[in-house]
C-alpha cells in the first residue's frame, strides 16, 4: 500500500482515536538501512522518526520491549528486545544508532537486506543475547523492515527467502520502502496493511508515522480487528514529551528522555545540547562521558563508593566503580571475573552463569 497526504485523510474521516500510548505483549525489532549509499539528508530524519514511533507504545517489562538492527554491507545489533530497555534507553540508543559513522566499515557498501532479516531471526530466537535464554513466551514478535530503493537483481530471490522464511517462525513482517522498491519489496510485509511506499524518507516518514504507530498498536490488540478494507480501524497517538524547565539562571542537567543529551540552563531558559559521538551525558560528573561508563546505558549502578564488582550480565567483563562511578572493563581474552579473589581467572576456575 502507497501511504500520501491523500489517503491518510480519507482513513482519518472512518476511524476513531486511541488518546494513550497502546499496551500490548511484543518484541519489536526495527531494521533501518544505513549504508553510505543512504544519503544524509534521507537517513537524518530517522532519529526523530524512531523515537516518536516508540511513543506510541507502552515500553515495560510486561509490554513492548524494542531491538534495532542498523544494516548496511553487514547488519549490526544496536539494541536487543531484552533485556528490557525503558522508553529513555531506547531513545538513547536510537541516537547512537543514528551516528552511523561508528559502524563506517560495516555500513561500506550496499544495504544487504536478507542478512538484516536474517539477524533479526537469530534476535527474535534468542531475545537477549545471552546463551539459553529464550524469547518471552507468549509474546508476538514484530519486525519492521525499512528499505531503500530495491537490491540487485540476483538478489532478490535471497532477500524473499529471508522474508518467507521470517513469517514461518511466526514473526509479524511490516515492510517501509523508500524509492524504487523492486519485486521482493512486496513479499516483506505480511499482509496488504503491512506495507508502506513512500518517495522520500525526509517527507514520508513524518507523514506515515501515525499510521505506522497505530497499524503496529492494533496488531498488539488482540481485540483490534485490521483488514484490507479498513487498514487503520483505531487510530493511536503518541505520547507527548513532558517540557523542561529551568528553576536555576545556569546550570547543567540531564535530558529526561534521551542520556545522549543534556540541558544548558541559560537565563532560564533551557538549551538542549547533544554529546559528541559515542558519548553520553554522566549526571555522576555532570559531563560527556564515554557511554560504557554511564549508567543509563549500562543499566549498572555502584552501590559501595569503591571497588571491583561482577558484571551482571557477562562473565567476561566486571565493574571498576570509583566514587560511586561504574566503568565497565573486559577480562583478558578467554579469561572471566572470579568474585572471590577480586580478579580475572580461567574461564573453567570461575563460576558464573551470565556468560554471554
Same mark, same amino acid.
Given at each position: 500500500?502507497?501511504?500520501?497526504?491523500?489517503?491518510?485523510?480519507?482513513?482519518?474521516?472512518?476511524?476513531?482515536?486511541?488518546?494513550?500510548?497502546?499496551?500490548?505483549?511484543?518484541?519489536?525489532?526495527?531494521?533501518?538501512?544505513?549504508?553510505?549509499?543512504?544519503?544524509?539528508?534521507?537517513?537524518?530524519?530517522?532519529?526523530?522518526?524512531?523515537?516518536?514511533?516508540?511513543?506510541?507504545?507502552?515500553?515495560?517489562?510486561?509490554?513492548?520491549?524494542?531491538?534495532?538492527?542498523?544494516?548496511?554491507?553487514?547488519?549490526?545489533?544496536?539494541?536487543?528486545?531484552?533485556?528490557?530497555?525503558?522508553?529513555?534507553?531506547?531513545?538513547?540508543?536510537?541516537?547512537?544508532?543514528?551516528?552511523?559513522?561508528?559502524?563506517?566499515?560495516?555500513?561500506?557498501?550496499?544495504?544487504?537486506?536478507?542478512?538484516?532479516?536474517?539477524?533479526?531471526?537469530?534476535?527474535?530466537?534468542?531475545?537477549?543475547?545471552?546463551?539459553?535464554? !529464550?524469547?518471552?513466551?507468549?509474546?508476538?514478535?514484530?519486525?519492521?523492515?525499512?528499505?531503500?530503493?530495491?537490491?540487485?537483481?540476483?538478489?532478490?530471490?535471497?532477500?524473499?527467502?529471508?522474508?518467507?522464511?521470517?513469517?514461518?517462525?511466526?514473526?509479524?513482517?511490516?515492510?517501509?520502502?523508500?524509492?524504487?522498491?523492486?519485486?521482493?519489496?512486496?513479499?516483506?510485509?505480511?499482509?496488504?496493511?503491512?506495507?508502506?511506499?513512500?518517495?522520500?524518507?525526509?517527507?514520508?516518514?513524518?507523514?506515515?508515522?501515525?499510521?505506522?504507530?497505530?497499524?503496529?498498536?492494533?496488531?498488539?490488540?488482540?481485540?483490534?480487528?485490521?483488514?484490507?478494507?479498513?487498514?487503520?480501524?483505531?487510530?493511536?497517538?503518541?505520547?507527548?514529551?513532558?517540557?523542561?524547565?529551568?528553576?536555576?539562571?545556569?546550570?547543567?542537567?540531564?535530558?529526561?528522555?534521551?542520556?545522549?543529551?543534556?540541558?544548558?540552563?541559560?537565563?532560564?531558559?533551557?538549551?538542549?545540547?547533544?554529546?559528541?559521538?559515542?558519548?553520553?551525558?554522566? !549526571?555522576?560528573?555532570?559531563?560527556?562521558?564515554?557511554?560504557?561508563?554511564?549508567?543509563?546505558?549500562?543499566?549498572?549502578?555502584?552501590?559501595?563508593?569503591?571497588?571491583?564488582?561482577?558484571? !551482571?550480565?557477562?562473565?567476561?567483563?566486571?565493574?571498576?566503580?570509583?566514587?560511586?562511578?561504574?566503568?565497565?572493563?573486559?577480562?583478558?581474552?578467554?579469561?572471566?571475573?572470579?568474585?572471590?579473589?577480586?580478579?580475572?581467572?580461567?574461564?573453567?576456575?570461575?563460576?558464573?552463569?551470565?556468560?554471554?
Amino acid at each position: 500500500m502507497k501511504i500520501s497526504l491523500e489517503l491518510c485523510v480519507a482513513f482519518v474521516a472512518c476511524v476513531s482515536f486511541v488518546n494513550a500510548q497502546c499496551a500490548g505483549k511484543a518484541d519489536l525489532i526495527i531494521l533501518i538501512p544505513g549504508s553510505d549509499s543512504v544519503p544524509g539528508h534521507e537517513f537524518f530524519p530517522f532519529e526523530r522518526f524512531l523515537i516518536n514511533l516508540i511513543s506510541f507504545f507502552q515500553i515495560d517489562a510486561d509490554n513492548a520491549n524494542v531491538g534495532l538492527i542498523l544494516y548496511g554491507r553487514e547488519p549490526v545489533a544496536i539494541s536487543w528486545p531484552q533485556p528490557m530497555k525503558t522508553h529513555k534507553q531506547t531513545n538513547t540508543r536510537i541516537t547512537l544508532m543514528c551516528q552511523r559513522a561508528t559502524y563506517a566499515e560495516q555500513m561500506r557498501g550496499g544495504n544487504d537486506v536478507a542478512s538484516a532479516i536474517n539477524l533479526m531471526r537469530q534476535m527474535f530466537s534468542n531475545t537477549s543475547g545471552n546463551t539459553g535464554q !529464550p524469547h518471552r513466551e507468549g509474546v508476538k514478535q514484530i519486525g519492521v523492515v525499512f528499505t531503500y530503493d530495491g537490491v540487485e537483481p540476483e538478489l532478490r530471490e535471497v532477500v524473499i527467502n529471508a522474508t518467507e522464511a521470517a513469517k514461518a517462525e511466526g514473526i509479524v513482517l511490516y515492510g517501509v520502502g523508500k524509492g524504487n522498491p523492486g519485486p521482493e519489496f512486496s513479499s516483506i510485509g505480511s499482509d496488504y496493511c503491512k506495507s508502506f511506499s513512500m518517495g522520500r524518507f525526509i517527507d514520508g516518514l513524518p507523514s506515515v508515522l501515525a499510521f505506522l504507530g497505530s497499524s503496529i498498536c492494533s496488531e498488539m490488540d488482540p481485540y483490534v480487528n485490521a483488514t484490507e478494507g479498513n487498514c487503520f480501524p483505531q487510530l493511536y497517538q503518541s505520547k507527548e514529551a513532558e517540557p523542561v524547565t529551568c528553576d536555576r539562571q545556569s546550570y547543567l542537567f540531564p535530558d529526561p528522555e534521551n542520556c545522549a543529551y543534556y540541558y544548558h540552563c541559560l537565563f532560564r531558559r533551557p538549551v538542549q545540547e547533544r554529546c559528541p559521538i559515542d558519548m553520553l551525558f554522566d !549526571p555522576i560528573a555532570k559531563s560527556c562521558n564515554y557511554k560504557d561508563y554511564v549508567s543509563c546505558y549500562t543499566d549498572i549502578k555502584c552501590h559501595k563508593q569503591n571497588g571491583l564488582f561482577a558484571h !551482571p550480565t557477562d562473565c567476561s567483563k566486571y565493574v571498576n566503580c570509583f566514587d560511586f562511578r561504574p566503568y565497565v572493563q573486559s577480562c583478558p581474552p578467554g579469561l572471566w571475573f572470579d568474585v572471590s579473589v577480586g580478579g580475572c581467572d580461567t574461564a573453567s576456575n570461575v563460576a558464573c552463569s551470565n556468560s554471554v
